[in-house]
């Protein structure tokens, strides 16, 4: 074989390679700029923007909805535990004939008991949450699989989340069409799941009723970078939280830092149409409202440029 063929055969081999992924256009169509190319999602990405609970301006359930409705949001993150269970018709009347969705629950979880008898509460805790919130039609409910110092050292934690605790979770959620949402948090509050890929992989070894989510808060401290991050997720990215960069509060106080560009090339990327939602405070004496509207508009010209 002559020097040149064989430095044809290899850039040809090497084209293959970069497009061997089921993502990736057919070769002839690809990298015809010397770069490989993602095939567009199936249906475009969206950015539904989604309040917290607590931090939508109003005291009824009625006139927060009104004020996502009024000021487009498209999505409400809500409280889990007894306010859940409390007003599960209320918030079902409440979002008759609106076009809001409601995207999660969160509240406190820990699977890393060393009892197993411990753990199975945890799980029993949730179960009858995971069915309001499939009658909600609800993405899911956030879990933090364990906090702090786990009981139980990682090996078993994950063995144990992966086809246990975790797994009968997802399976109820799924049984009930809804999920459990894993929530990755920084190393001094977990070391068990601090990144979206870990989570991710997770998720996959869970199975259907399990997805993963990521919060630019936490992932500013844990990731080295939010576009490869999500993309890591991909289809098994359901949720996404949102704060101002410098001091976890509402998006757009803290002036240049707070730049989501990048996260939301990669939210495009992978098509995701799931909520973003702001967890983060508001500076004392604030007005809030609009502050909530100065954040609105900083998203959706970040998006527009991402
Ligand atoms: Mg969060």
Same mark, same amino acid.
């Given at each position: 074989m002559k020097r040149r063929d064989f430095l044809m055969g290899s850039a040809v081999a090497g084209v293959a390679s970069v497009c061997g992924s089921r993502h990736v256009v057919a070769a002839d169509k690809c990298c015809c700029d010397g770069m490989p190319k993602l095939a567009p999602p199936e249906k475009p990405a969206e950015l539904n923007l989604c309040l917290q609970w607590g931090a939508i301006? #109003?005291?009824?359930i009625k006139q927060k909805l009104d004020f996502l409705e009024a000021n487009g949001f498209a999505a409400v993150e809500i409280p889990s535990g007894k306010w859940l269970s409390d007003n599960v018709e209320p918030m079902k009347k409440a979002m008759? #004939?609106?076009?809001?969705f409601i995207a999660t629950a969160c509240g406190p979880s820990d699977?890393?008991?060393?009892?197993a008898e411990k753990r199975d509460a945890e799980v029993a805790k949730f179960l009858p949450q995971l069915e309001i919130l499939g009658t909600l039609k609800s993405v899911g409910l956030i879990i933090c699989p364990a906090r702090s110092k786990p009981g139980l050292g990682f090996p078993e934690l994950r063995e144990d989340f992966v086809t246990n605790t975790g797994k009968k979770l997802a399976e109820h959620a799924a049984k009930h069409g809804t999920s459990i949402v894993l929530e990755p948090l920084q190393r001094k509050e977990t070391m068990f799941l601090r990144q979206v890929a870990d989570g991710a992989a997770i998720s996959r070894d869970i199975g259907p009723g399990c997805t993963v989510m990521g919060d630019f808060w936490h992932m500013s401290k844990e990731e080295t970078s939010f576009m490869g991050a999500f993309i890591s997720a991909g +289809?098994?990215?359901?949720h996404v939280h949102i704060a101002?960069? +410098?001091?976890? +509060?509402?998006? #757009?106080?803290?002036g240049d830092a707070d730049n989501y560009v990048d996260g939301f090339k990669g939210l495009k990327l992978i098509g995701y149409r799931g909520a973003v939602s702001l967890e983060g405070g508001f500076p004392k004496n604030a007005d809030k409202t609009q502050l909530i509207l100065n954040m609105v508009k900083l998203l959706r010209e970040q998006w527009a440029m991402a």
């Open positions: 301006p #109003g005291t009824e008759e #004939g609106r076009k809001l699977f890393s008991y060393v009892e +289809k098994l990215l359901s101002s960069l +410098k001091d976890r +509060k509402v998006p #757009g106080v803290d």
